[in-house]
Protein backbone atom coordinates (compact mmCIF):
# COMPACT_ATOMS: atom_id res chain seq x y z
CA UNK A 1 0.00 0.00 0.00
CA UNK A 2 0.89 3.81 -0.20
CA UNK A 3 3.35 4.63 3.06
CA UNK A 4 4.96 7.80 3.53
CA UNK A 5 8.77 7.96 4.73
CA UNK A 6 8.77 10.86 7.08
CA UNK A 7 12.18 11.97 9.10
CA UNK A 8 13.60 12.25 10.70
CA UNK A 9 11.72 10.98 13.85
CA UNK A 10 12.36 13.37 16.37
CA UNK A 11 14.89 16.41 16.62
CA UNK A 12 16.04 18.52 19.66
CA UNK A 13 17.08 21.80 18.79
CA UNK A 14 18.12 25.12 20.23
CA UNK A 15 15.92 28.37 20.12
CA UNK A 16 16.84 30.57 16.87
CA UNK A 17 17.81 27.36 15.12
CA UNK A 18 16.29 26.09 12.01
CA UNK A 19 14.94 23.00 11.22
CA UNK A 20 13.68 20.97 8.15
CA UNK A 21 12.26 17.60 7.89
CA UNK A 22 10.92 16.09 4.84
CA UNK A 23 8.45 13.06 3.61
CA UNK A 24 9.17 11.06 0.30
CA UNK A 25 7.02 8.34 -1.06
CA UNK A 26 7.40 5.77 -3.84
CA UNK A 27 3.48 7.11 -4.90
CA UNK A 28 2.80 10.60 -6.67
CA UNK A 29 0.31 12.43 -4.92
CA UNK A 30 -2.07 15.49 -6.17
CA UNK A 31 -1.70 17.26 -2.88
CA UNK A 32 0.89 17.44 -0.32
CA UNK A 33 -0.08 19.04 3.63
CA UNK A 34 2.16 19.70 6.50
CA UNK A 35 -0.17 19.99 9.41
CA UNK A 36 1.12 20.59 13.51
CA UNK A 37 -0.02 18.58 16.51
CA UNK A 38 0.32 20.10 20.04
CA UNK A 39 0.15 17.78 22.82
CA UNK A 40 -3.28 16.82 23.75
CA UNK A 41 -5.10 18.08 20.48
CA UNK A 42 -6.00 17.65 17.30
CA UNK A 43 -3.34 18.11 13.92
CA UNK A 44 -4.15 21.61 12.73
CA UNK A 45 -3.27 22.38 9.03
CA UNK A 46 -0.05 24.08 8.70
CA UNK A 47 0.41 24.25 4.49
CA UNK A 48 -1.18 22.97 1.69
CA UNK A 49 0.80 22.49 -1.66
CA UNK A 50 -1.36 21.73 -4.79
CA UNK A 51 1.38 22.06 -7.97
CA UNK A 52 4.80 20.04 -8.25
CA UNK A 53 7.30 22.31 -7.53
CA UNK A 54 5.19 24.81 -5.30
CA UNK A 55 7.09 26.67 -2.89
CA UNK A 56 4.79 28.48 -0.09
CA UNK A 57 5.39 29.59 3.38
CA UNK A 58 3.43 30.25 5.94
CA UNK A 59 5.21 32.84 8.49
CA UNK A 60 8.54 31.08 9.80
CA UNK A 61 7.61 28.36 7.99
CA UNK A 62 8.14 27.16 3.99
CA UNK A 63 7.01 24.29 1.94
CA UNK A 64 7.64 22.53 -1.23
CA UNK A 65 5.93 20.19 -3.24
CA UNK A 66 8.82 17.70 -4.78
CA UNK A 67 9.09 18.09 -9.32
CA UNK A 68 8.69 14.64 -8.24
CA UNK A 69 5.22 15.22 -6.93
CA UNK A 70 6.64 12.08 -4.76
CA UNK A 71 8.27 14.00 -1.73
CA UNK A 72 7.42 17.38 0.11
CA UNK A 73 10.00 19.32 2.90
CA UNK A 74 8.95 21.59 5.48
CA UNK A 75 11.20 24.09 6.74
CA UNK A 76 11.34 26.21 10.68
CA UNK A 77 13.55 29.27 10.46
CA UNK A 78 14.44 30.88 13.78
CA UNK A 79 12.67 27.92 16.06
CA UNK A 80 10.68 29.58 18.97
CA UNK A 81 10.19 27.28 21.87
CA UNK A 82 6.22 27.33 20.96
CA UNK A 83 7.45 25.44 17.70
CA UNK A 84 7.71 22.48 20.31
CA UNK A 85 5.27 19.53 18.80
CA UNK A 86 4.98 16.84 16.47
CA UNK A 87 4.44 17.79 12.34
CA UNK A 88 2.70 15.45 10.28
CA UNK A 89 3.04 15.45 6.51
CA UNK A 90 0.02 14.18 4.80
CA UNK A 91 0.14 13.22 0.55
CA UNK A 92 -3.40 13.20 -1.05
CA UNK A 93 -4.31 11.19 -4.04
CA UNK A 94 -7.43 12.13 -5.97
CA UNK A 95 -7.89 8.55 -7.72
CA UNK A 96 -8.25 5.36 -6.61
CA UNK A 97 -10.89 6.40 -3.92
CA UNK A 98 -10.38 8.80 -1.68
CA UNK A 99 -7.15 8.78 0.58
CA UNK A 100 -4.82 11.05 2.45
CA UNK A 101 -1.80 9.21 3.67
CA UNK A 102 -0.10 10.33 6.91
CA UNK A 103 3.71 10.25 7.55
CA UNK A 104 4.54 8.89 10.69
CA UNK A 105 5.67 12.75 11.92
CA UNK A 106 8.47 14.62 13.33
CA UNK A 107 8.76 15.45 17.10
CA UNK A 108 10.23 18.76 17.88
CA UNK A 109 11.98 19.32 20.54
CA UNK A 110 13.37 23.38 20.97
CA UNK A 111 15.24 24.44 23.89
CA UNK A 112 15.50 28.02 24.87
CA UNK B 1 -17.55 29.35 15.50
CA UNK B 2 -17.45 26.25 17.37
CA UNK B 3 -14.48 23.19 16.14
CA UNK B 4 -15.27 19.84 15.62
CA UNK B 5 -16.89 18.70 19.14
CA UNK B 6 -15.39 15.38 20.08
CA UNK B 7 -17.11 13.29 23.09
CA UNK B 8 -16.19 12.06 25.36
CA UNK B 9 -12.40 13.39 25.68
CA UNK B 10 -11.32 10.81 28.29
CA UNK B 11 -12.83 7.20 28.12
CA UNK B 12 -11.54 4.16 30.11
CA UNK B 13 -13.20 0.86 30.06
CA UNK B 14 -12.70 -2.69 30.19
CA UNK B 15 -12.00 -5.31 28.02
CA UNK B 16 -15.82 -6.45 26.64
CA UNK B 17 -16.90 -3.26 26.94
CA UNK B 18 -18.72 -1.93 23.94
CA UNK B 19 -17.26 2.26 23.75
CA UNK B 20 -18.93 4.62 21.31
CA UNK B 21 -17.15 7.86 20.69
CA UNK B 22 -19.15 10.91 19.50
CA UNK B 23 -18.36 13.46 17.00
CA UNK B 24 -19.92 16.87 15.44
CA UNK B 25 -18.82 18.09 12.30
CA UNK B 26 -18.03 21.65 11.78
CA UNK B 27 -21.78 23.21 10.47
CA UNK B 28 -21.71 23.13 6.78
CA UNK B 29 -18.24 20.43 5.96
CA UNK B 30 -19.91 17.80 4.20
CA UNK B 31 -17.29 15.57 4.75
CA UNK B 32 -16.38 13.25 7.85
CA UNK B 33 -13.20 11.80 8.45
CA UNK B 34 -12.47 8.98 12.03
CA UNK B 35 -8.90 8.10 12.92
CA UNK B 36 -6.86 6.50 15.24
CA UNK B 37 -3.53 7.63 16.65
CA UNK B 38 -1.15 5.45 18.37
CA UNK B 39 2.66 5.48 18.88
CA UNK B 40 3.39 2.41 16.78
CA UNK B 41 1.33 2.82 14.03
CA UNK B 42 0.67 6.71 13.46
CA UNK B 43 -2.60 8.43 12.64
CA UNK B 44 -4.49 5.72 10.20
CA UNK B 45 -7.61 6.87 8.84
CA UNK B 46 -10.33 4.20 9.57
CA UNK B 47 -13.76 5.69 7.89
CA UNK B 48 -14.82 8.48 5.72
CA UNK B 49 -17.97 9.53 5.17
CA UNK B 50 -19.20 11.99 2.15
CA UNK B 51 -22.85 13.69 2.85
CA UNK B 52 -23.35 10.77 5.66
CA UNK B 53 -22.72 8.41 2.64
CA UNK B 54 -19.54 5.94 4.28
CA UNK B 55 -17.38 6.30 1.06
CA UNK B 56 -14.04 4.00 2.09
CA UNK B 57 -13.99 1.99 4.99
CA UNK B 58 -10.83 0.17 4.35
CA UNK B 59 -9.76 1.05 7.32
CA UNK B 60 -11.89 -0.15 10.11
CA UNK B 61 -9.64 -2.98 11.69
CA UNK B 62 -12.44 -5.25 12.31
CA UNK B 63 -16.01 -6.24 12.64
CA UNK B 64 -15.91 -4.96 16.01
CA UNK B 65 -15.73 -1.43 15.11
CA UNK B 66 -18.78 0.51 13.37
CA UNK B 67 -19.23 4.22 12.19
CA UNK B 68 -22.30 6.11 11.52
CA UNK B 69 -23.15 9.22 10.02
CA UNK B 70 -27.18 9.38 10.60
CA UNK B 71 -27.17 12.89 9.98
CA UNK B 72 -25.16 15.78 8.95
CA UNK B 73 -24.18 17.47 12.27
CA UNK B 74 -23.64 13.74 14.26
CA UNK B 75 -21.46 10.48 14.08
CA UNK B 76 -20.65 7.91 15.99
CA UNK B 77 -17.67 5.02 16.37
CA UNK B 78 -18.45 2.12 18.05
CA UNK B 79 -16.31 -1.13 19.57
CA UNK B 80 -18.28 -3.75 20.48
CA UNK B 81 -16.54 -5.86 22.04
CA UNK B 82 -13.61 -3.49 22.91
CA UNK B 83 -10.23 -5.07 23.49
CA UNK B 84 -6.73 -3.90 25.08
CA UNK B 85 -4.96 -3.15 21.81
CA UNK B 86 -7.90 -0.74 21.04
CA UNK B 87 -6.10 1.74 23.10
CA UNK B 88 -5.52 5.10 21.51
CA UNK B 89 -6.70 8.69 20.63
CA UNK B 90 -9.42 8.68 18.39
CA UNK B 91 -9.83 11.57 16.21
CA UNK B 92 -12.76 12.87 14.09
CA UNK B 93 -12.25 15.90 10.86
CA UNK B 94 -14.39 17.23 8.63
CA UNK B 95 -14.04 19.09 5.77
CA UNK B 96 -16.45 21.31 3.71
CA UNK B 97 -15.70 19.42 0.60
CA UNK B 98 -13.52 16.43 1.00
CA UNK B 99 -11.92 16.13 -1.73
CA UNK B 100 -8.18 17.50 -3.78
CA UNK B 101 -6.44 17.47 -0.60
CA UNK B 102 -9.29 19.58 1.14
CA UNK B 103 -7.91 20.72 4.62
CA UNK B 104 -9.32 18.62 7.24
CA UNK B 105 -10.34 20.58 10.73
CA UNK B 106 -9.41 17.75 13.29
CA UNK B 107 -10.99 17.53 16.93
CA UNK B 108 -9.44 17.32 20.69
CA UNK B 109 -9.41 13.41 20.46
CA UNK B 110 -10.91 10.95 22.44
CA UNK B 111 -7.95 9.23 24.60
CA UNK B 112 -9.70 6.02 24.58
CA UNK B 113 -7.97 3.13 27.41
CA UNK B 114 -9.04 -0.56 27.62
CA UNK B 115 -8.25 -2.43 30.81
Known amino acids: GQQLNQSPQSMFIQEGEDVSMNCTSS?????WLWYKQDPGEGPVLLIA?????ELTSNGRLTAQFGITRKDSFLNISASIPSDVGIYFC????????????FGAGTRLFVKA | DAGVIQSPRHEVTEMGQEVTLRCKPI?????LFWYRQTMMRGLELLIY????????DSGMPEDRFSAKMPNASFSTLKIQPSEPRDSAVYFC?????????????FGPGTRLTVL
Open chain 2, 49 to 56: FNNNVPID
Open chain 1, 90 to 101: AGHRNTGGFKTI
Open chain 1, 27 to 31: SIFNT
Open chain 2, 93 to 105: ASSLLGGGGDTQY
Open chain 2, 27 to 31: SGHNS
Open chain 1, 49 to 53: LYKAG
